[in-house]
């Protein structure tokens, strides 16, 4: 079965230096019909304005992966890392047993627009980590890039959960399919550009939950950037 979720109907926080959509509920949107899937969580669409951003915070027990698709954010962390991801990178911190960090717009004239996606870890109270790697957008035409898994196949980064990440980019016209494993199910997100599944015509920011549905048969329409979530 496949679901429609449209980014229109997501929640939305906005505050002046933040323009936030939250696919499932997240901060003071609540949606008890939209709490995550398998343990995905959290994917939040943000837009941040020049030289703003969340100050230190701390998160504990939680895979947080952020994907930057325009500008550059500034990452730091209590565990000493700190880096610029851009477009083409994906970033991941482990929370585990317990991190802070801050995330900002690293320009003071542009904004910059990223995906932060919680996927619910195996295993409780782990060391917190960090991995970060590009992924040259190029290599994504046409085919599937794996971003983040368990065992870091594939050249992916690695994560302290049962989920796979992959991304793709198609051209009007392109085709391209995903077969899910026995007992699978997933989220396909559309970054932007169009994508047709079937009868549905996907937009920027619309989902689509995949549920005792095997195969996706996936088409371009317009330059479409997608994610696709391979949840157990």
């Not at 992959?166 to 085709?175: D, M, N, R």
């Amino acid at each position: 079965m496949l679901t429609l979720r449209r980014a229109d109907d997501r929640g939305h926080t906005g505050e002046g230096w933040l323009d936030s959509y939250h696919t499932f509920s997240f901060g003071a949107y609540y949606d008890p019909q939209q709490m995550g899937m398998s343990n995905l969580r959290v994917i939040n669409d943000d837009t941040v304005a020049p030289g703003k951003g969340f100050a230190e915070h701390g998160h504990s027990d939680m895979e947080i992966v952020s994907y930057v698709l325009d500008g550059a954010l500034e990452h730091k962390d209590s565990l000493g890392n700190g880096s610029v991801i851009r477009s083409g990178d994906v970033q991941r911190m482990s929370a585990g047993s317990g991190v802070t960090h801050s995330e900002y717009n690293h320009s003071r004239v542009e904004p910059v627009h990223f995906l932060q996606i919680w996927l619910q870890p195996n295993t409780f109270g782990m060391a917190p980590g960090y991995e970060q790697k590009h992924f040259p957008i190029d290599d994504r035409q046409g085919r599937w890039v794996l971003l983040v898994s368990p065992d870091g196949r594939d050249g992916s980064i690695t994560s302290q959960q049962d989920a796979m990440i992959s991304g793709a980019l198609l051209g009007p016209g392109e085709i391209l399919e995903y077969r899910f494993g026995v007992d699978r199910e997933g989220y396909l997100h559309l970054a932007r550009g169009q994508l047709q599944v079937g009868s549905i015509t996907l937009r920027p920011g619309d989902g689509l939950q995949a549920r005792s549905h095997d195969l996706l048969t996936l088409k371009g329409i317009e330059g479409a950037e997608i994610l696709l979530f391979d949840l157990p």
